[in-house]
């Protein structure tokens, strides 16, 4: 069934009435959606917090939902501001892309070590390097063939994406505190896709997935454990961000299609470099999956 479903919505161009995705900017009275609540911040450091994270600081702003057949898995309608969301895009697109992080270009030696991908792109205009960057690694680094996460192959983890998935799982009101220890930053064209999988390389399957999208809107497709269960479509927009968590955290899921501007939220771009990001991000989709690879470790 997952199969059927991703070709359906590979092959769609726009979304159609008929399509069934889920839109949560557009819910109906749905009764197969139910609100989560978050944690009530209290005090002004939080608001603080938020803040430097570019989250909205006024958590009634923010919209969380729960979808009842597909348990653990939450929504949140783009939490970020707009400040919030060209921060982290910028980040992946800059800092996440340069040493000690990995990337899938690296084996091709296309930049030169003194040099960065971004600024190689900009400076030289070679759209062909720009588009062949797919994925950085960070922390512990994915290893595509073996699926193994070893100690040997970890870097550092930006102490600004540790906190904000943090601070976004405790508002959720998880019991576990979430140690963000690995990260994929996954940048897709228009015409890219992810196929069905599911991610169960982590010593620890318990901890929530974090998965947060920016720039173009994309079809995000969940089913269950199995490939025979039947998935459901999820409109992604930029900044939404979804949760895999208890049952859905070992689902299937992919990325069938990523979609053309007309369901993106629009960003207000300013000075030159922005207009550069803008480029770009009128062309990509960024997400930045965060994984807790071990237990905690108990003092
Ligand atoms: O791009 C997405 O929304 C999902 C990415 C994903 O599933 C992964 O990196 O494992
Ligand atoms: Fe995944």
């Known amino acids: 069934m997952f199969k059927e479903y991703f070709k359906y919505y590979k092959r ?14 557009n819910v109906d009275v749905n009764e197969i959606i139910k609100y989560k609540e978050l944690k009530t911040a209290s005090c002004n450091n939080e608001k603080e917090k938020l803040d430097g994270l570019g989250l909205k600081n006024d958590l009634s702003d923010w919209r969380c ?46 930049i030169d070590v003194e040099e960065n991908w971004w600024t190689t792109v900009n400076n030289t205009g070679n759209i062909k390097l720009r588009d062949q960057l797919r994925w950085a690694t960070l922390g512990y680094h994915h290893d595509w063939d073996t699926k193994v996460y070893s100690e040997s192959a970890k870097s550092e983890f930006p ?15 998880f019991p576990e505190e979430f140690i963000a220890e690995a990260a994929i930053v996954n940048f897709y064209h228009p015409s890219s896709t992810l196929s069905g999988h599911i991610d169960h390389s ?30 459901t479509a999820i409109l992604l927009r930029s900044g939404d961000t979804i949760i895999m968590s208890r049952e859905s955290r070992l689902s299937y899921h992919g990325v069938p299609k990523i979609l053309l501007s007309e369901n993106d939220r629009k960003i207000k771009y300013e000075n030159e470099w ?19 690879v071990n237990n905690a470790i108990r003092s």
């Open 12 to 25: 769609i161009n726009s979304l159609e009435h008929q399509s069934n995705v889920i839109d949560f900017e």
């Open 65 to 110: 939902y729960e979808i009842s057949n597909i348990p653990g898995l939450i929504f949140i309608s783009n939490p970020f501001t707009p400040c919030g969301q060209k921060y982290w895009m910028k980040r992946c697109i800059v800092d996440y892309t340069k040493k000690p992080n990995r990337l899938n270009i690296d084996a091709h030696h296309y």
């Open 159 to 173: 102490s600004d994406l540790y906190q904000l998935s943090k601070t976004i799982i405790e508002l959720l009101k």
């Open 202 to 231: 982590e010593y620890n399957l318990s901890a929530p997935l974090l998965s947060i999208s920016f720039g173009l809107s994309a079809i995000f497709l969940i089913g269950g454990h199995s490939l025979n269960d039947k998935p």
């Open 274 to 292: 922005e207009f550069n990001l803008k480029n770009y991000m009128k062309v990509t989709r960024i997400n930045i999956n965060v994984r807790q």
